[in-house]
């Protein structure tokens, strides 16, 4: 069965995009925004979202340098908190 990326509720991308680096940086992971941008938080969080040059990685914009594990982890992330909010507010 292929999967789809399509989202139910399309206005909620930039809240779970938000929540993306913010885990990845919780988790140490050295990731920039790319060529999107998230209502300034480029600027708000740059440092703590891994916009930082790291001597072992240099700068990386994106996803494609990590392991399947570590993207993974922030995507399992994701749906423990998705679902601990929909616990919450039943």
Do not use: C
């Amino acid at each position: 069965m292929a999967r789809s990326n399509r989202k139910v509720v399309p206005e909620s991308r930039q809240m779970l995009d938000q929540m993306k680096y913010e885990i990845a940086a919780e988790f140490g992971l050295n990731v920039g925004y790319g060529g999107r941008s998230l209502a300034g938080a480029d600027t708000e969080f740059g440092s703590e979202l891994g916009e930082v040059s790291d001597h072992s990685y240099g700068q990386y914009k994106g996803w494609g340098h990590l392991t399947s594990r570590e993207n993974g982890s922030v995507g399992g992330e994701i749906t423990k908190r998705l679902i601990r909010q929909a616990q919450q507010h039943l």
